[in-house]
C-alpha cells in the first residue's frame, strides 16, 4: 500500500509542479496571464497535498519495511503533515487585507 502511494504522489507532484512551472513562465512573458494566475491560485492546495503526502511516504518508506508496516510511526510522520496542512490551507483562505493591514 505504501508504496502504490509513494508512486501516485510522486506521479501527482511532478505533474502539478511541473504545471505550476509552465504558469509562472507564461505569466512571467505576459502569455496568457490570467489562466496561468488563476491555476496557480487554484491549484496550490493539491500541490502541497501531493508533496506532504510524497514525502511522508517517503520517510515513512525508509523508516519501516514492507512486511512489518507500524502504525506508531505513520501517526508520528502523519500528525504534523495532517497539521502543516491544515495551517497551509488556513493560511491560503486567510483574508489578505487583514494580513497587509499588520
Do not use: C, K
Request: proline content about 5%; overall charge neutral.
Amino acid at each position: 500500500m505504501a508504496r502504490y502511494l509513494h508512486t501516485l504522489s510522486a506521479t501527482l507532484f511532478y505533474i502539478l509542479g511541473l504545471s505550476f512551472f509552465v504558469a509562472y513562465v507564461l505569466s512571467y512573458n505576459d502569455i496568457a496571464v490570467l489562466p496561468s494566475q488563476t491555476w496557480m491560485q487554484i491549484a496550490d492546495l493539491p500541490l502541497v497535498a501531493s508533496a506532504l503526502l510524497y514525502g511522508g511516504v517517503s520517510v515513512y518508506r525508509s523508516l519501516t519495511h514492507e512486511r512489518e508496516p507500524s502504525r506508531s510511526i505513520a501517526l508520528i510522520i502523519g500528525v504534523p503533515l495532517a497539521l502543516i496542512f491544515v495551517i497551509t490551507t488556513i493560511l491560503s483562505f486567510w483574508p489578505t487585507t487583514f494580513i497587509l493591514n499588520y
